[in-house]
């Protein structure tokens, strides 16, 4: 748990970076939501303020009383046991208030923040758990808000761009494999020691068979292969959902593919541009990934095989890595020694549904509906993505999403059964 001291920088921080996030967008940028999934820049600013306005002040400054009370159902997302909430994938009607309103209201709880960590002591552990949890729900939020504001200039015609990103055209060498030998049982899950959602535990044993796991992620130029061999067209590839949904949507390609002449156009934050073929290929569904390791002969990881080649074989110090507001498109692989990749490019499908460890308990109260509710109906992916923020990733880290979501900076990484190998 965070000292007092450290909470207060940490909101601090992490409040800044959210603003500096959506500095380059407009107010009418803002406001936009191009699809029932996706919520405005101005939601997300305001959401995250609300979080903290409900959990924290209210129950903990004394005197404390709401900016504004319509507030509390305009930004609440999902927690029903705090009150009524506005439908998700309407958000994007509310032109009031608007983005600059919507900076106020954050000023505004900002000082109200400040006030409460400025008194407070290392002995308040209640308050500062939920400071810390408040702090990490934003950086889910900083990296929704990218994923969010790219699709909503995808859409624009001009070819948008949120900021210039450098474009990296490093040669990726190819793929290989490292062995993993589990030996049978092994520990899952986080071990108590240090922030983690409640959904990284309790940490409990499973059987893993020996296996091999690719040391980087698929590439743009493999998935070009791809297409080109049938693969959006052989139903032989697919699961029945995921070859339902690619003649329903006609899908043809990744999210933000465009064919041009013999090659790909792609979108990105720093606007469209041809792909790069060692670049990780982004922005692909589960029903994707699995369909592309089926075609290459292999398959998904399960989510405790990545876990447990993530900490037998990556690099600790990886996870850690500094997000970069100049760097937000997923970067080659550079050829180490080390599996690559597992953090800070793209978030990476796994073929385990996203279901309840053993002995997991949701917490009382409204904080309780933070994961336990959603354990139902979605895939778990692992690692994190170029758009997560510092502190954010970790081996235990449990995302999560529909199999058919693809709007998510979501990648591939293989796996097989060393006996198939």
Known sequence: MLTAAAARDRFAATRGLTELLAAPLSPEDQTVQSMPDVS????????????????????????????????????????????????????????????????????????????????????????????????HHEQQHQELLLMDIKHVLSIDPQGAVYRPDAVDRSVTSPLTWTDCDPGGQVEVGHDGDGFHFDNESPRHTVFLEPFRIADRLVTAGEWAAFIADGGYERHELWLSDGWHIVGEQGWTAPLYWEAYGDSWIVHTLGGPREIIDGEPVCHVSHFEADAYARWAGARLPTEFEWEYAATRHGRAADAGRPFDVERLQPRAAAGTDSLEQLYGECWQWTSSAYLPYPRFRTAPGAVGEYNGKFMSGQMVLRGSGAYTPTGHARPTYRNFFPARNRWMVSGVRLAADIADA
């Open 40 to 135: 405005p820049t101005k939601w997300h600013r305001a959401h995250v303020t609300w979080f903290f306005e409900t959990f924290v002040l209210d129950r903990f400054a004394d005197g404390y009383e709401a900016y504004d009370e319509a507030y509390r159902m305009l930004f609440n997302s999902y927690y029903e046991g705090v009150g009524p909430k506005f439908s998700r994938a309407r958000r994007g009607l509310l032109s009031r208030p608007g983005a600059n309103e919507v900076g106020k209201y954050r000023e505004f709880v900002d000082a109200a923040m400040d006030d409460l960590l400025a008194g407070a002591t290392d002995d308040d552990t209640d308050l500062l758990t939920l400071v810390e949890l408040g702090v």
